[in-house]
């Protein structure tokens, strides 16, 4: 008769085996875990992105309008000198800051705000002028120029009422648990949104 073979596993090597599989089974699970958050934060990182470089194609839109406009207004209002360089003044120093939103600080977007915020109020003043000489205001490039500004101010309202939307939807995942333990592990950080202002969840007033 032929005897059991040595070779036959133990209950104790059974044990190990099975306690072997549980742990790369585990492994496995936290693996998947990690990718699949991991991911979503890539995801949501790169949407914040997008909605940041929208809000710069508006702004610079309204930037590459002011030229013209100027231009125009000046044709039949050359004294109000003050104000078509305000205007001037005011696009040159708003045009010459540049953020990286995945690093920005509030300070930076402060800042940002504030020389965009200047813009559309000297564009309101200057746009104010042209009340007062009625050749101005039948000009039919004028017009059309105030047309794409008026349009131009309300995509810029609507451009940052999205970013704001997906930075704090960022910002939300970033901040659950477990996410927060990821985002700590792989330097996802807490983005910045435009600050609340009067009025901000309307174009800039402009009175045409």
Not at 113 to 124: F, K, Y
Not at 140 to 150: I, M, N, T, V, Y
């Amino acid at each position: 008769m032929k005897t059991l073979s040595s070779k036959a596993i133990t209950p104790s090597q059974q044990g190990r085996v099975r306690g072997g599989s549980l742990l790369l089974l585990l492994v496995m699970l936290s693996f998947s875990l990690t990718s699949c958050t991991y991911n979503k934060l890539v995801e949501q990182e790169e949407t914040v992105q997008q909605k940041w470089a929208d809000v710069q194609t508006q702004y610079q839109r309204r930037a590459d309008l002011i030229p013209n406009l100027v231009n125009t207004v000046k044709g039949y209002a050359a004294h109000e000198s003050e104000t078509l360089e305000a205007v001037i003044a005011a696009r040159s120093k708003a045009t010459q800051i540049t953020i990286d939103p995945t690093k920005a600080t509030p300070e930076q977007i402060a800042a940002f705000q504030a020389a965009q915020g200047e813009v559309s109020q000297a564009l309101g003043r200057l746009l104010a002028v042209s009340e007062n000489y009625p050749d101005l205001k039948a000009n039919e490039q004028f017009s059309e120029l105030q047309a794409q500004l008026e349009g131009t101010e309300n995509r810029i309202a609507e451009s940052r009422r999205l970013y704001n939307e997906a930075v704090q939807t960022y910002n939300v995942s970033v901040r659950k648990f477990p996410n927060n333990i990821w985002a700590m592990i792989f330097g996802f950080e807490k983005k910045t949104m435009f600050a609340a202002e009067a009025g901000a969840e309307k174009a800039p007033e402009v009175q045409f």
